[in-house]
């Protein structure tokens, strides 16, 4: 339980701010394209501690790895808080986004130590715990950005964050992992995981897949409803964040059907229902009824397709599903960090159907590589 609101409080802050960077834009003055990059600066901070901290679960206390970057994170908050310009929010959001992926390690640290026939049940608690994290931030963020401004609204964040640290330097266990090796030989190792293991290349190129639609979708969804003629304030927008409640409802369940039948058949289903969903949405974002059911559909596929990969992964060799999570993680957030970059553009050049309809053929692409990856290793 712990483990999950820790990678909720931690995950949460790459988003908290996405439905109040209208009104960003407009009081640092800068373009909206501009400040359409800090989801991006996130991103490529993710991936930046998924290559140098993520592989450091496999190696040390619980307790302490947690702890001390839930404390980095709350800084980089306080940072982004102060920020003059776009430049300091934008280098601010890079450090947010690095230690932020402590909510990574927590799904790591949470497989580890679940037992046998239960490790994907573990990881989908945990997941469950960043999907609340990121469907709420968004409307705690864009009413805290309301009520307070988008500084106070950091500000807020950070204190939750700190009190995370402090539970689990307090509660966590102390004792480090039986790691192999150097923690300079596991970061040269990395690269070689990707050429031996099939499964996890498979899995990265789903992933990533899913994770660009993912984003496309929520991105392009904030900048919509921010402009004529919707013109939605941060709350408005935060509020469709609720309707991705299905998907934290789901995972649950989906640990256990993971636990019980092939991974294969969870993700291919759980695209199904994504796929769905964003087929609705691509009608419009006119019908507030029918965007709210097709970001239910969409988050819970998507939510649920994450936590039974991820359990796949981990399986491949236990011992280092931090350093398989490391390199999962970097290249499904690079691919998604690409989602980010292009939603504006995107947007501008072809409308939100078209913006819909391009994450729509991620999808089905995602469950292609699944699909035929798994038949090569039956043949």
């Known amino acids: ?21 209208t009104d960003i834009a407009a009081q640092l003055h800068v373009p909206l394209s501009v400040i359409g990059l800090v989801p991006t600066a996130a991103l490529l901070g993710c991936m930046t501690g998924f290559v140098l901290l993520l592989p450091l679960a496999d190696r040390v206390a619980p307790n302490r790895l947690l702890a001390a970057q ?27 986004g690095a230690t932020a992926g402590v909510a990574a390690q ?19 608690g945990v997941a ?5 994290g990121i469907l709420l931030s968004r409307l705690v963020g864009g009413a805290l950005a309301d009520a307070l401004g988008w500084r106070a ?7 939750a964050v700190l009190l995370c ?12 992992p039986p790691a192999r090796g150097t923690y300079p030989a596991a970061l040269r190792a990395l690269p070689r995981l990707l050429r031996q293991l099939p499964g996890l290349r498979r899995a990265v190129a789903a992933g990533g897949l899913w994770y660009l639609a993912f984003n496309l979708i929520w991105v392009a969804l904030a900048l919509a409803l921010g402009r004529p003629p919707y013109s939605l304030d941060p709350t408005a927008i935060g509020l469709y964040s609720l309707a991705g409640l299905l998907g ?30 964003t087929a609705l949405l691509a009608t419009g974002l006119g019908n507030p009824l029918v965007t709210a059911l097709g970001l239910a559909l969409f988050d819970a596929g998507a939510f649920a397709a994450q936590a039974a990969n991820q359990s796949r992964i981990m399986a491949l060799d236990p011992a280092r599903s931090g350093s398989l999570s490391s390199v999962y ?7 998604g960090a690409v989602g980010t970059t292009i939603a504006a553009p995107l947007l501008e050049a072809v409308g939100w159907t078209g913006t819909a309809l391009t994450a729509l053929a991620a999808l089905p692409a995602a469950a292609g590589v699944v699909l035929t990856g798994d038949k090569r290793s039956a043949a």
């Open 329 to 335: 993680l970097v290249l499904y957030f690079t691919v």
């Open 1 to 21: 339980m712990l483990l999950a609101v820790v990678a909720g409080t931690a995950i949460a802050n790459n988003y908290a701010i996405q439905p109040a960077l």
């Open 106 to 124: 927590a799904g790591t640290i949470a497989g580890r130590l679940a037992p046998h026939g239960r490790r994907a049940r573990a990881v989908a």
């Open 70 to 96: 839930l404390t980095a994170l709350a800084a980089a908050l306080t940072l982004a808080a102060a920020a003059p310009g776009a430049g300091v929010l934008l280098a601010a959001y890079l450090l947010v």
């Open 128 to 132: 469950a715990g960043m999907s609340a």
């Open 165 to 176: 640290a402090t539970a689990a330097v307090r509660l966590l266990p102390a004792e480090r």
């Open 153 to 159: 609204m950091l500000l807020v964040f950070a204190t």
């Open 248 to 277: 934290f409802v789901s995972l649950p369940v989906t640990g256990r059907l993971a636990d019980r039948h092939s991974p294969r058949t969870v993700i291919t289903a759980s695209l199904a229902t994504a796929a769905t969903g």
